[in-house]
């Protein structure tokens, strides 16, 4: 199974993505983790990128497609992944498709996550992310048992740099800009489901089981 999340930032990509991917033996696949892992190991990637994505901007598409070339030929993807923060624009997906049909394979389904622009700042406000192991929580609806602490690891729980305010606006409006418009792309290729990301982790994560099991067609909507 090879599924995409799409949504705009802090709606819920990651937590979702990785239940699906722990529930399903499916591999996650973040090009946002992989940057945010070079660029804590100081390598000439994070460094190229570190910049780019304190300031908002996506990284150059040459990059950020090498990457995933990368991520998506290694033998534990074949089986099957959750793509989460990539294609971000329509180069990339259209790279994407070419990657896919090179192996004779496509995308089974992309679902966007679908949640209003007050709610992201404020999800952004109170997003922690594990400085270890990269868990995300939320200091309103999902903290972490001890306060600063991540339940699973026990690392140090810290805000994300690009989740400042003024970052969270710009990234929205990239997101309008270049990313939305993939719901058409693959709104046409009859795929897309969107889903209504509002809701609480549990209850946006059966919804996404429940179209996972087939019981929801491509195309339909949660939202009225
Ligand atoms: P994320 O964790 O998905 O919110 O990504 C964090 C940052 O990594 C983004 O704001 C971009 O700077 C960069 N990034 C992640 N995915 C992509 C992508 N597909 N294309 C370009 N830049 C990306």
Same mark, same amino acid.
């Given at each position: 199974?090879?599924?995409?999340?799409?949504? +705009?930032?802090?709606?819920?990509?990651?937590?979702? $993505?990785?239940?699906? $991917?722990?529930?399903?033996?499916?591999?996650?696949?973040?090009?946002?983790?992989?940057?945010?892992? &070079?660029?804590?190991?100081?390598? &000439?990637?994070? %460094?190229?990128?570190?910049? @780019?994505?304190? #300031?908002?901007?996506?990284?150059?598409?040459? @990059?950020?497609?090498?990457?995933?070339?990368?991520?998506?030929?290694?033998?534990?993807?074949?089986?099957?992944?959750?793509?989460?923060?990539?294609?971000?624009?329509?180069?990339?997906?259209?790279?994407?498709?070419?990657?896919? $049909?090179?192996?004779?394979?496509?995308?089974?389904?992309?679902?966007?996550?679908?949640?209003?622009?007050?709610?992201?700042?404020? /999800?952004?406000?109170?997003?922690?992310?594990?400085?270890?192991?990269?868990?995300?929580?939320?200091? %309103?609806?999902?903290?972490?048992?001890?306060?600063? %602490?991540?339940?699973?690891?026990?690392?140090?729980?810290?805000?994300?740099? *690009? *989740?400042?305010? &003024?970052?969270? /606006?710009?990234?929205?409006?990239?997101?309008?800009?270049?990313?939305?418009?993939?719901?058409?792309?693959?709104?046409?290729?009859?795929?897309?489901?969107?889903?209504?990301? =509002?809701?609480?982790?549990?209850?946006?994560? =059966? #919804? @996404?089981?429940?179209?996972? $099991?087939?019981?929801?067609? +491509?195309?339909?909507?949660?939202? +009225?």
């Amino acid at each position: 199974m090879r599924l995409l999340f799409l949504g +705009p930032p802090g709606a819920g990509k990651g937590t979702q $993505a990785k239940l699906v $991917a722990e529930r399903y033996g499916l591999i996650h696949v973040a090009p946002g983790d992989i940057f945010r892992q &070079e660029v804590k190991k100081g390598s &000439e990637l994070g %460094r190229l990128v570190e910049g @780019i994505m304190a #300031r908002g901007e996506l990284v150059p598409d040459e @990059i950020t497609v090498r990457v995933m070339e990368q991520a998506l030929s290694a033998p534990e993807a074949m089986p099957g992944f959750v793509l989460d923060g990539f294609p971000r624009n329509l180069a990339q997906a259209v790279a994407l498709d070419k990657m896919l $049909a090179a192996i004779g394979q496509r995308l089974d389904k992309v679902i966007s996550l679908e949640v209003g622009e007050d709610e992201l700042i404020e /999800r952004a406000r109170t997003r922690r992310v594990c400085l270890a192991c990269g868990r995300p929580y939320n200091l %309103r609806t999902n903290a972490p048992a001890v306060a600063g %602490r991540c339940d699973v690891c026990g690392g140090e729980l810290v805000q994300r740099q *690009d *989740d400042r305010e &003024e970052t969270v /606006r710009e990234r929205l409006r990239v997101y309008n800009d270049v990313t939305r418009p993939l719901c058409e792309y693959y709104g046409s290729q009859g795929i897309l489901v969107r889903i209504d990301g =509002s809701k609480t982790v549990d209850e946006v994560f =059966s #919804r @996404i089981s429940e179209l996972i $099991a087939g019981t929801v067609r +491509p195309g339909e909507s949660d939202r +009225p």
